[in-house]
């Protein structure tokens, strides 16, 4: 069964960095291809950034060379570094696989970009 928690949310200014954690357990991290996704109060469920176990890197427009997306197969650990923060990145932020699966949405890491 796999273990997962994300982490590093906060309230932050616009212009502002912040960078979120995820991390895992029970699973062969190393195999699958993941993703960071968010959702905003009143909106969908949105895929921001994924990285395939190769590490090749996808973006949602949104957010394209303002936030990039790691990963550490040995810590089985997933990334977001976000800079440049706009107050449309307030949001839940959660990890899952690229091919989000039902069962691994945990309760996310909240952001919020505020003045």
């Known amino acids: 069964q796999v273990h997962l928690v994300e982490s590093g949310g906060g309230v932050v200014q616009p212009g502002g960095s912040l960078r979120l954690t995820c991390t895992f357990s029970?699973?062969?991290?190393?195999?699958?291809?993941m993703a960071w996704y968010r959702q905003a109060p009143g909106k969908q469920r949105e895929l921001v950034a994924s990285?395939?176990?190769?590490?090749?890197?996808n973006y949602t427009d949104s957010v394209q060379g303002r936030f990039t997306i790691s990963r550490n197969n040995a810590r089985s650990a997933m990334f977001l570094q976000m800079n440049s923060l706009k107050p449309e990145d307030t949001a839940v932020y959660y990890c899952?696989?690229?091919?989000?699966?039902?069962?691994?949405w945990r309760r996310g890491t909240q952001v919020t970009v505020s003045s």
């Open positions: 899952n696989t690229r091919r989000a699966r039902p069962e691994w």
């Open positions: 029970g699973i062969n991290f190393k195999l699958y291809d």
């Open positions: 990285i395939t176990s190769s590490g090749s890197t």
